[in-house]
């Protein structure tokens, strides 16, 4: 797929001595990943030859073995595609590096040195190794009897694929407090392989992820990490076969730890994403253009070779790619964030509500999802300052579109919070409204039985006027109330339904503080649950099990905005996602376009991964064309925002996250969609 790079982690057999298997073993893994469509392979240090080999490395035949299996791969390296990468000891003119060999298409494209060499506990390096630090910038070294580029200088750049640029360090360079992975990285290196042998105690596993991933976060770049197998000399260390590759932070892929079996990790990086993230984190460059006039005003700032290899574009993908991006997949991961989204929202409505002395909350509950997790987030806001919860004012405004079904669970569920209930009907104000203003379906009617039998009638009438002025209605109702309580209104809507532009300007698009802002649709509906499951009897001042079934009772009804009549058998009529399409794509479609930056098409192939023929490509097409047109049309509706938290790290409020102009046209991003041919 386009923008993205397939890499790959090897950890071949080894024993001391057994080179020509080594050497052959690690043959087959690289043909394994020719085969697979892998750009950069990367195998454990001083893996020619074993990193154990101790006092051997100064042995004649162990320095003219490891050279007899680098040219036996750079020989069957002429009409594969991989860069590889080999670690093997170098024989200087100055004495012995552990090094990185950098190896296509038949040449010695270069060769890196571990810069920092470990002589402390039980590692002895020093005693065979010179540090790479001591290399001069612009050096060469001798190897395979041909002049090649040697140092910490050297960076590898693909073309034709567009941002793959490899930096290269060696085990103990991750582990020192400025690793020369920071220095690459702001030299434009995406990809850092570390070439590890890194013997196995308890709880290094742990650490290796922890230095890694913060690498690949802070770098804003894939880590590509991959250290020696049990194979190794056991005569006072063990090693446990540990390969992993990071993107951002996060761990995409891992080998079978202490597997004696060669393994091949595969997976596809995405460059765009990494290239995005730099653009929008400036101070990435601030610290890159820093790093660098800091080490040439003391001349030590080394001019970094760039030299070509050829890569290209993997077929299809080979990731994980995550339907639900703003849900955890792990259960603990996912209780942690379900957790931490309360304490967000509970803790700002909290702040807010202080600093406006001791106001009464109000809030419009409907019986769906969103005006529940606000309900949720009322009582628990009123308990931790001190105020009882028959301040929390719930007002149900049923309408011309009300079910049954949803106005009994907004009841329920007000009562089962022990919060202060109060039932307003905003049908007939509406009629009258709508009546003054010369709308068809009031024209002509006395009554709001009169005005639903026109509605049934002709469905036609039920446009978006009607609506709107159901919407504004019931915000009118809210904020009296506010007014005459003493309080605020507290905002309902979640991320999703403002991405898209889902609710009325000057309607429910208003109100003192908004609690949901920052939480997707997908989201929430976890969260409502998880207080269903695992929380219940915090919020409740009565029957736990009665807040239960009120909650999963909500979680059962259709999403819809309730504000067209409902069928002669009382049923939901108006299904928002049958209109709009499922809340799963448009918050799919969120998550990249936002967080990522990632182009139309590009979320075109990523949607048909990762929902996997659960939709046809005509419908996806179809939705995320309705994303994109609404997405840019609704933008006004977001530039005048309340006031609400960030939760995650997508927001939408233009006094941060999210700055575009209320007039863009999205023809362009729509063009991409309407010709494109999915790659996958």
């Given at each position: 797929m386009k923008d993205f790079a397939r890499v790959a982690v090897a950890i071949p057999p080894c024993a001391v001595g057994g080179f020509t298997e080594t050497c052959e073993a690690i043959i087959k893994m690289i043909k394994q990943a020719d085969a697979e469509g892998v750009a950069v392979l990367v195998f454990p240090e001083l893996c020619l030859g074993t990193y154990t080999a101790r006092d051997l490395f100064f042995d004649r035949v162990h320095l003219d073995s490891c050279c007899a299996s680098l040219a036996r791969i750079v020989e069957i390296s002429k009409t594969l595609r991989p860069l590889i990468l080999v670690g093997m000891p170098l024989e200087t003119p100055q004495g012995l590096y552990n090094v990185a060999v950098a190896v296509q298409a038949g040449e010695v494209l270069g060769v890196v040195p571990k810069s920092y060499i470990p002589s402390y506990r039980e590692f002895e390096e020093r005693r065979w190794f010179r540090p790479g630090t001591d290399i001069a910038k612009g050096a060469t070294a001798v190897l395979l009897e041909q002049t090649v580029p040697f140092g910490t200088d050297i960076l590898f750049t693909a073309a034709p694929?567009?941002?793959?640029?490899?930096?290269?360090e060696i085990c103990e360079d991750i582990w020192v407090q400025s690793p020369p992975s920071m220095r690459l990285v702001g030299e434009g290196a995406t990809v850092i392989c570390n070439l590890s042998a890194s013997n196995f105690t308890i709880g290094k596993a742990d650490l290796r992820r922890i230095l890694c991933?913060?690498?690949?976060?802070?770098?804003k770049c894939a880590y590509l990490y991959v250290a020696a197998g049990p194979g190794e000399s056991s005569t006072d260390l063990a090693f446990d076969s540990d390969a992993f590759i990071c993107e951002n932070g996060v761990?995409?892929?891992?080998?079978q730890r202490f597997s004696r079996e060669p393994?091949?990790?595969?997976?596809?990086?995405?460059?765009?994403?990494?290239?995005?993230d730099r653009r929008v984190s400036n101070t990435f460059g601030d610290c890159a253009t820093h790093e660098i006039g800091l080490l040439s005003s003391h001349g030590k700032h080394p001019s970094v070779r760039r030299i070509p290899f050829s890569a290209t574009y993997p077929s299809g993908i080979r990731r994980q790619v995550d339907p639900h991006p703003f849900v955890p997949q792990n259960p603990a991961t996912l209780a942690t964030r379900l957790w931490e989204i309360f304490e967000i929202q509970t803790n700002a409505l909290l702040t807010r509500m202080k600093a406006l002395g001791r106001p009464k909350l109000v809030l419009g509950v409907s019986g769906g999802l969103d005006s529940t997790q606000a309900a949720l987030v009322c009582a628990v806001a009123l308990d931790m300052a001190g105020q009882p919860r028959s301040d929390l004012l719930g007002v149900t405004m049923p309408g011309l579109g009300t079910s049954s079904t949803t106005k009994t669970n907004a009841i329920a569920l007000i009562e089962a919070l022990g919060a202060t209930m109060s039932n307003i009907s905003i049908s007939e104000a509406s009629r009258v409204v709508l009546q003054a203003t010369g709308h068809p379906s009031a024209v002509g009617t006395t009554t709001v039985s009169e005005l639903m039998h026109k509605l049934r009638e002709n469905p036609a009438m039920g446009n978006v006027t009607l609506e709107n002025a159901q919407a504004r209605m019931r915000t009118l109702v809210l904020m009296t109330v506010a007014n005459q309580a003493g309080g605020i209104v507290v905002g309902t809507g979640d991320m999703s339904e403002k991405a898209l532009g889902w609710c009325t300007y000057s309607g429910d698009h208003i109100a003192h503080y908004d609690v949901n802002c920052g939480v997707p649709k997908t989201l929430i509906q976890f969260v409502v649950r998880w207080v269903a499951n695992e929380r219940v009897t915090k919020w409740t001042t009565g029957d736990p099990q009665k807040l239960r079934e009120v909650l999963f009772s909500i979680l059962a009804t259709p999403i819809s905005p309730e504000l067209l009549p409902p069928d002669p058998a009382g049923k939901i009529a108006q299904i928002t996602e049958s209109k709009i399409g499922p809340y799963e794509l448009h918050d799919f479609f969120l998550y990249h376009f936002v967080r990522h930056g990632r182009s139309p098409q590009r979320i075109f192939d990523l949607a048909l991964a990762a929902f996997d023929k659960r939709y046809t490509v005509e419908d996806l097409r179809r939705w995320l064309l309705v994303f994109l047109d609404r997405f840019f049309k609704n933008?006004?509706?977001r530039s005048c925002a309340t006031d609400g938290p960030k939760v995650g790290m997508v927001a939408l409020t233009p006094r941060g996250d999210w700055r575009m102009p209320s007039d863009a046209n999205p023809r362009d991003w729509k063009a991409q969609v309407e010709s494109y041919t999915p790659q996958l």
């Open positions: 694929l567009r941002g793959l640029c490899v930096g290269v991933r913060s690498a690949s976060d802070r770098g761990i995409l892929c891992e080998s393994q091949v990790v595969v997976t596809d990086i995405d460059l765009e994403l990494l290239l995005h933008q006004f509706k």
